[in-house]
């Protein structure tokens, strides 16, 4: 053998073997994850997806890439970042919050959909089946839409003499409608005048709450929705302004300066559809997961608000509280 093509024998096989070790490398996963508030708003729930990830052996930035879609609290903005991701070619979508999972089942029928929201999925049109959800959509719902009306009770149970009531609901929400007519007709039985009031973005909070007090009204049950989430700290603000017993879903609202939360956790659903994502990763279908509902419901109570509200917490009330903010 010439010594020219002995080399080449020898430089061939030393420059494909890189090239040959990469096109080997397994493909990292990639989830897409589509919410419609911010970053900000709901950093502490996505950790909690990331738990769950971690829990199945999948890690951010290492064995796991994750496609971050926010709608900033546009929901109409929710049908072409769905789109992106869907041409993007995730392996999962993970639809956090009611509206962007309606906008992801709207979008795909192929690419598997893990969604978390706060009513029943049934109803939604999400699923036909908790058991067996078929498609190519599963994931976890908890307890909040369904506790309007008790949050309404309850806060009625503070101010028993207050006879008009406020209800704050966002419109474009898929679940204005059943919240609206469940708290309408706890009013009713309760004898109570109930103005149902607008929000669609940030900026509307304060004129509620002026329009709320000119027309009568002396305790506001805020209905649930990513966007009052993600303003938990404003709208608890406002409340303490305008003197204003208000009560809201989740405890930050509580811990911001609310007067009261009632409602699911905050964290574990996540934690939950960070899990189910994993498992579909490993090769599970959706259909074969059924849908987790989380049921434990937790009462938080701010005794300070009640005080600079000049509201005495009845004794029964705190004592059934999971927490008492001072």
Not at 201 to 210: G, I, L, M, R
Request: glycine share 8%; proline share 5%.
């Amino acid at each position: 053998m010439r010594r020219r093509n002995f080399i080449k024998v020898l430089l061939v096989p030393a420059i494909a073997w890189p090239f040959t070790a990469l096109a080997q490398r397994p493909k990292k996963p990639v989830i897409g994850l589509l919410c419609s508030t911010s970053a900000e708003a709901y950093a502490s729930r996505i950790a909690s997806i990331r738990r769950g990830l971690n829990e199945t052996g999948f890690v951010e930035g290492q064995n796991l890439t994750i496609e971050y879609r926010w709608a900033d609290g546009q929901y109409d903005r929710l049908p072409a970042l769905v789109a992106d991701l869907v041409r993007s070619r995730v392996d999962v979508i993970l639809a956090v919050t009611t509206p962007a999972a309606v906008a992801a089942k709207g979008a795909t029928t192929t690419v598997p959909i893990v969604f978390e929201v706060g009513a029943d999925p049934i109803k939604l049109g999400l699923v036909s089946s908790l058991s067996q959800p078929g498609g190519n959509l599963t994931g976890v719902s908890l307890l909040n839409v369904e506790l309007a009306a008790k949050r309404l009770e309850l806060l009625h149970e503070i101010v028993p003499t207050t006879k008009i009531f406020g209800l704050l609901i966002n419109p474009t929400s898929a679940n204005a409608a059943t919240l609206s007519k469940d708290v309408k007709a706890a009013a009713e039985k309760l004898g109570i005048q109930l103005h149902v009031q607008h929000a669609t973005t940030e900026a509307d909070f304060e004129p509620v709450f002026a329009s709320l007090r000119e027309l009568g009204a002396r305790a506001l049950v805020i209905g649930t929705d990513p966007l009052f989430n993600a303003g938990s700290e404003r709208l608890a603000a406002l409340a303490l302004r305008y003197v204003m017993p208000t009560i809201y879903q989740y405890r930050a609202f509580a811990a911001a300066g609310g007067l009261m939360s009632y409602g699911g956790s905050s964290t574990e659903p996540f934690r939950q559809a960070g899990i189910y994502a994993g498992r579909i990763l490993k090769g599970e279908k959706p259909h074969e997961l059924a849908i987790q509902q989380s049921t434990k419901v937790e009462l938080i109570v701010n005794l300070t608000t009640a005080r600079t509200l000049g509201i005495r917490l009845p004794t029964s009330l705190i004592g059934r509280a999971d927490e008492v903010v001072e």
